[in-house]
């Protein structure tokens, strides 16, 4: 089996300045992705894989190389490095790019790095899962949704006030699970990447992650929190301390 693991990162960022450059507790951000990867390999020594850095930010190439030098980097294209470009984009260029070089791959996995908050078993469940359920395209994590559109959740048209999906549900257990996309992982099948530039174009497959870890950095309040409540996570969770203690440099 041969892996891409893609990671993605803007030197620009509106909602937060130099996210991508941030440290957690003394730890970089995207350490916090090596280490699970590294974690990973020594899991599964079998597997082949390769590390794509997707970036316009000499601070992010410089960061990563100095942990670990073998991350291959693509230079994020100018058409590439704006707020309307998809995500989904960027990972099918690093793909595209490091497939010409290096050969085909069975999945590519982004993981995001303003979502640190992963753990081996997360990243094993998503890759295994993908891997056993071969008619779907995309697989993500996601987490329980705090709201439900079918239930407790409304929307406004016109001055008027409706609920989101129309239903007569009277209790929330009643209603369809629903969850939110957390962002911290997704594995795409490359044939899939090569002709989408959506998501949802595909067959969908999700794994759940734990509610309490689904912090995603946007601004300096979720920076803020994140910080405060990582002791206290990481000290009830052995999967966050092994990433967190493992030492790459």
């Known amino acids: 089996m041969k892996l891409l693991f893609t990671i993605c990162g803007r030197a620009g960022s509106k909602g937060l300045k130099s996210k991508n450059l941030k440290s957690l507790s003394q730890k970089p951000l995207v350490e916090y992705i090596l280490c699970l990867i590294h974690l990973f390999s020594k899991a599964s020594p079998h597997v082949e894989y390769f590390i794509g850095l997707n970036t316009d930010s000499d601070e992010l190439i410089d960061i990563v190389h100095s942990i670990n030098p073998n991350v291959k980097t693509v230079l994020r294209k100018p058409e590439l490095a704006n707020d309307t470009v ?18 085909e791959f069975d999945l590519v996995i982004d993981l995001d790095i303003t979502s640190p908050l992963r753990t081996l078993d997360d990243l094993e469940k998503l890759i295994h899962s993908h891997l056993e359920d071969s008619s779907k395209d995309v697989y993500f994590s996601v987490v329980p949704s705090r709201r439900n559109p079918f239930f407790n959740m409304v929307k406004e048209e016109d001055s008027k006030i ?10 929330r257990q009643q209603a369809p699970n629903v969850y939110d996309i957390n962002g911290a992982m997704y594995s795409y099948k490359p044939r899939f ?29 979720d920076f803020l929190w994140l910080e405060f409540l990582f002791p206290k996570l990481l000290s009830e969770s052995k999967g966050l301390q092994d990433i967190y203690n493992c030492k790459l440099q």
């Open 193 to 221: 990447l090569k002709e989408n530039a959506y998501i949802f174009n595909g067959d969908i497959g999700v794994i759940e992650m734990k509610d309490s870890l689904i912090l995603d950095i946007d601004s300096e309040e």
């Open 162 to 171: 409706s609920i989101v999906n129309q239903s007569s549900f009277t209790s």
């Open 86 to 103: 998809g995500k989904i984009e960027v990972i099918r260029d690093t793909y595209l790019t490091l497939s010409e070089k290096y050969g």
